[in-house]
């Protein structure tokens, strides 16, 4: 059973953590949650493999040469957006852009990316953001989604 995160009107679910994920600071409002750029180091794994088939098989295995650069083009494009406006959320091959007065809150599948839930109940994957980026999400969001640490740092304060 997924633990539940209430506060003000946006509704959290918590059942994952954050993954590798960078943060931009663009401006004091807007954040850029990417894949950390640690990942680009499977591409040249991924070329030793290619180099490795090409000995197997020129003509068969010629054009696995794609991959690494698929890969390479898919950890640069994956990320997530948030300022004052709303949150904007860059996949593969989509980018969807949800304006805050939309969100009704965040879901935390199970193993899974965190998801924006709109009013209508449908939901929008957010690229690299998880749990533990949620301070930084509630800062640029301007309050819209709350902070689940924010109850433990003033405790903390006020006790040292």
């Known amino acids: 059973m997924p633990r539940q995160i209430t506060g003000g009107r946006h509704r959290t679910e918590r059942t994952s953590l954050s993954l590798h994920a960078t943060i931009e600071h663009m401006t004091d409002t807007t954040k850029v949650f990417g894949i950390s750029r640690l990942a ?3 591409v040249p794994l991924l ?4 180099l490795m ?3 197997i098989s020129a003509a068969w295995f010629a054009w696995t040469i794609i991959i690494p650069a ?15 406006q709303g949150i ?8 969807v852009r949800v304006p805050w007065h939309d969100v009704a809150g965040l879901r935390f599948p199970k193993w899974s990316t965190v998801r924006v ?26 309050g819209r989604v709350p902070d689940p ?10 006790a040292g």
């Open 70 to 84: 698929i890969v390479a083009w898919w950890i640069w494009r994956m990320r997530t957006t948030v300022d004052a």
């Open 149 to 158: 640490f924010a109850a433990e740092r003033k405790a903390r304060l006020a």
């Open 40 to 42: 680009y180091f499977v």
């Open 117 to 142: 839930v709109l009013n209508d109940d449908s939901t929008v994957r957010l690229p690299a953001v998880g749990f533990n980026d949620l301070p930084i999400l509630a800062e640029a969001s301007g």
């Open 88 to 95: 904007t959320s860059v996949t593969a091959f989509k980018t």
């Open 53 to 55: 088939l090409m000995g």
């Open 47 to 50: 070329m030793v493999i290619w």
